[in-house]
């Protein structure tokens, strides 16, 4: 499914706003955005998914407006995974993924129990089996990034939005999660926002930026992932190398 | 399948059946068994029973509903302010002796009230999240027991030993009318809880995450604040303050039964009537002279379980 951002504009009440977003993500490739902290990524991101109300401009999904969506039906083609971590209440690792995937489900019944099979499949993909009695909270950080995939995976959403859904994986976690994420995108549409330099690395689908004057630029990661727009967007000097294959190496500088 | 039939509905079931035969039975007049239709030493045992478990269920489906609402487990149908509310609307009803004048009028006196406070919680804290309306709640109730006292003090001493039976929590003298109302909402109240529970897990996974289950988080947090406060408000009406139930049981079902409330409202309903049914009927065991207060009653016990649990948790 297509998802497109037409001149996206928001603005919060602390005068801080994001502007002229324009954006358009089909399946195929895993799209990536980026920015200095406190750009506004996560905004652009609860626009997209219709948490906030543009001030003015569209989102659209297929070509038809998201606010034209019912709550569940946008529940069922979108899927979102977010940083915050506060949940007091101790679900299990295994109720938790059944509650994040229960748009899927019917509301009365135990349909979901016979989906025992596919939920512990998620489970022992992102090695959480052994821990699927377990309350959520004992779990660390990096586990808990796990599950949260697990159940989007449970879900299967056309159109997949993480906020970092990498930052607290150990590299090889990284590694297997990335994998994952780019096998999901060949039919289906993911965008993920990322600090991660070696993963903005890999990009080769649309790669958008935003850096912390308000300035919105996507376009082909190929085009944009240079020196001189890395500089731009981060306000420190940046070095791209390309390596073996379509992906390049970005970092830097350390005394700036 | 058959594991789960036994924990759902077998033994919570016999679990019933066995304390409200004891609450039946027990206490300190003989029941004319012979003669049972006609005794009225037993249809007031049957009212007291069934009110006990009216109050403790929905008590603990109040703390279960505002637990999840609020993401905190100690949050219960008092953290709100509602108890308080409730026993300024009470408190005001008996020194101004309206009680005498219509049966309703302490109920009534303290469900408005209590849903008064809520209102004033929940403008309070518009917007702003959980924790926001667990301080304003806390706040209000605190105001409120402030004004409570303040008509404590002033009170004749003829109205002081009723106010203070109601402010420990009493079964007796229960009416038919309200208690039919009370169970006539909590089955209601029953129905949609479960036809909700989706919603009710989204809600307590917060705002982004419910947004992501297509769940609009404030409409429904204001719904099942609703629901948790008349539940606790006609609790408060029928029998006075009973702390802890609300806390107890839905902390316990959720470690038996899981936390998903799509599987745990049923079972919570239950065991919180089953609970009450069994510290009502200590309360007239273990005190055989002079019945001690319900309200007591459920704090020694249900307190006591707490702090056990609690150090078992940690150790």
């Not at chain 1, 919105?216 to 992932?225: P, W």
């Not at chain 2, 037993?42 to 478990?53: G, M, P």
């Not at chain 2, 209601?188 to 609009?216: C, K, Q, T």
């Not at chain 2, 009927?281 to 016990?301: A, D, H, Q």
Request: glycine letters at 8%.
């Amino acid at each position: 499914m297509l998802l497109r951002a037409e001149n996206l504009t928001f603005a919060y009440k602390n005068s801080f706003m994001v502007k002229n977003i324009n954006l358009s993500l089909a399946p195929g490739k895993l799209h990536y955005l980026a920015g200095p902290n406190g750009a506004g990524k996560s905004t652009i991101l609860k626009l997209l998914c219709g948490y906030l109300h543009p001030a003015s401009g569209k989102v659209l999904l297929d070509e038809n407006d998201i606010a034209n969506f019912s709550n569940s039906q946008r529940a069922e083609i979108m899927g979102t995974v977010w940083q915050d971590r506060t949940l007091d209440l101790d679900f299990s690792v295994r109720e938790m993924v059944s509650i994040i995937a229960s748009a899927r489900f019917p509301r009365w019944g135990t349909a979901e129990r016979k989906n025992e099979e596919l939920i512990a499949c998620k489970l022992s993909e992102f090695a959480l089996l052994d821990k699927a009695k377990q309350p959520v909270s004992t779990l660390s950080g990096g586990e808990y990034q796990r599950l949260m995939l697990a159940g989007m995976a449970v879900l299967a959403p056309e159109i997949l939005l993480l906020d970092e859904p990498t930052a607290a994986l150990d590299p090889a976690w990284r590694n297997k999660v990335m994998k994952f994420l780019e096998e999901y995108a060949l039919d289906h549409t993911v965008l993920i926002v990322t600090h991660d330099l070696e993963l903005l690395g890999r990009a080769q689908g649309v790669l958008a930026l935003l850096d912390d004057r308000g300035n919105f630029i996507s376009g082909n990661a190929a085009e944009l992932l240079n020196e001189k727009v890395l500089s731009s967007v981060y306000g420190t000097a940046a070095t791209v190398e390309k390596t073996a294959g379509k992906n390049c190496r970005i970092y830097f500088d350390w005394d700036q | 399948m058959k594991k789960n039939f036994f924990y759902r509905i077998i033994l919570p079931l016999s679990a019933l059946a066995v304390v409200v035969l004891l609450g039946i039975a027990s206490g300190s007049a003989k029941i004319d068994w012979q003669n049972f239709v006609h005794d009225p030493i037993l249809e007031l045992r049957l009212i007291r029973v069934a009110a006990a478990f009216v109050v403790g269920s929905s008590l603990a489906l109040a703390g279960l509903l505002l637990q999840a609402v609020l993401r905190n487990v100690l949050a219960e149908p008092f953290t709100l302010g509602i108890s308080g509310g409730a026993s300024v609307g009470a408190a005001l009803a008996i020194t101004l002796g309206w009680h005498t004048v219509c049966a309703l009028a302490l109920p009534g006196m303290a469900v408005i009230f209590a849903l008064l406070l809520l209102g004033l919680v929940l403008l309070l804290s518009a917007g702003k999240g959980a924790e926001s309306m667990l301080l304003s709640g806390v706040i209000a109730g605190t105001v409120a027991s402030s004004i409570l006292m303040y008509i404590v003090s002033v009170s004749d001493r003829d109205d002081l030993a009723g106010l203070t039976w109601w402010m420990l929590g009493d079964l007796q003298v229960v009416e038919t009318k309200m208690l039919c109302l009370a169970g006539g909402f909590l089955l209601l109240a029953l129905f949609l809880i479960r036809y909700f529970a989706r919603e009710l897990n989204a809600v307590a996974m917060g705002s982004l995450n419910a947004w992501s289950m297509g769940v609009d988080h404030r409409k429904y947090t204001l719904f099942f604040v609703v629901i948790g406060s008349v539940l606790a408000a006609q609790t408060v009406a029928l029998a006075g303050l009973i702390a802890f139930v609300g806390l107890i049981v839905p902390h316990l079902v959720r470690r038996f039964y899981g936390g998903d409330h799509r599987y745990n409202i049923w079972p919570v309903g239950v065991w919180g009537g089953i609970f009450l049914i069994l510290c009502d009927w200590l309360s007239r065991v273990v005190c055989r002279s002079s019945e001690l207060p319900i309200g007591v009653m459920t704090s020694l016990v249900g307190g006591s379980m707490f702090i056990y649990l609690l150090n078992k948790r940690r150790g």
